[in-house]
């Protein structure tokens, strides 16, 4: 039915469509282009009542909103080509990561030569009660961290490096679990370890990180560089 109409409409003005190409094309578009655009006004003119014609006031109103569309479209185009740009990661950028340490989401952590380890959450909203249970590469739980009330947002731990014993965990690697409770109800909890960057690729553009015990992860989701 819209085609149908789409299609008197043009006669009406003095368009005749005779292309198949054309038709399919013109059905599936649900805007006009610039072209389209001048197509029309110059058949407006063509077709006008020369006793009623075009107030030229409308028509330069029309022109001058639809060259300012055009514009803004084409601004819009330019700014996201250079958005994408300044966004990417050159290879000199990437190889900076090489050899340091990075803040992002994971439950695998190192610890530090001296022992122990430092950690953060990013909660989701207020917590009454918030946990950091502490493992061995096995699944054994080494410590728990007793965080108690804490306000939404970012919140940092640090761990001594020992057991419930007193004894020394050693560097790891060590498994992380995070447990955020409000009301007994659970609250949304990220948490951030630090982890060694052990290579770096740029296949996509945008530099990856490959870190030991936790994969592959892109250069967006790092917090911290240390």
Known sequence: MAAASFDSTLTNLGITRT???KVASASASTSLNQSDFL????AQMKNQDPFNPVDNTQMVAQMAQFSSLAGIS????TLKAISDKLGATTASDAMGYIGKTVLTPGT???GRSGGGLTGAIELGGAASGTTVTISDENGQVLN???LGKQAQ???TYDWDGKTTTGADAGTGPFKVAVNAQNSGKTVAATNLVWA???SVSTTTGSAVLTLP????VPVSAVRQIG
């Not at 084409?74 to 185009?77: F, G, L, N, P, V």
């Not at 015990?213 to 592959?216: R, S, T």
């Open 19 to 21: 292309s198949t190409s």
């Open 39 to 42: 197509t029309l006004m110059t």
């Open 74 to 77: 084409e601004m819009s185009t």
């Open 108 to 110: 695998t952590a190192y």
């Open 144 to 146: 728990q961290l007793d």
């Open 153 to 155: 947002g970012t919140v």
């Open 196 to 198: 060694p960057v052990a």
């Open 213 to 216: 015990g936790i994969g592959d």
